[in-house]
């Protein structure tokens, strides 16, 4: 069974740094993509970043395109998320979620999958 957690989430001032952890379990051959995602209040769930286990590669959405960063760790079975110079605007609940790939090109812009496992989430705040 998949596990994912969250972690690392928090109150931030405009310009700081958080880092986001997610931490995996229990994945195959057929999740060899972590993805994380954001979710405001009445706003839509927003895809934001994945890295494919499988070949490094990464992708990111305009919105945090040059300020957040996604790494993993496959020895610890863990995905990070650091992300700088955050804005109010970032304050959101933070998903990690898990698939068989990140996502694909659609008309130039790049979709990220609809993922099969999630993880509960976590708060970022960046207050003012």
């Known amino acids: 069974e998949v596990h994912l957690v969250e972690s690392g989430g928090g109150l931030v001032q405009t310009g700081g740094s958080l880092r986001l952890s997610c931490a995996a379990s229990?994945?195959?051959?057929?999740?060899?993509?972590i993805l994380w995602f954001r979710q405001a209040p009445g706003l839509e769930r927003e895809g934001i970043s994945c890295i494919s286990t499988f070949d490094g590669s990464t992708h990111y959405a305009n919105s945090v395109k040059g300020r957040f960063t996604i790494s993993s760790d496959n020895a610890k079975n863990t995905v990070y998320l650091q992300m700088n110079n955050l804005k109010p605007e970032d304050t959101a609940v933070y998903y990690c979620a898990a698939d068989l790939i990140c996502g694909t090109y659609y008309g130039g812009d790049y979709v990220f999958v609809d993922p099969d496992y999630w993880g509960h989430g976590t708060q970022v705040t960046v207050s003012w």
């Open positions: 229990g994945l195959t051959s057929d999740e060899q993509a």
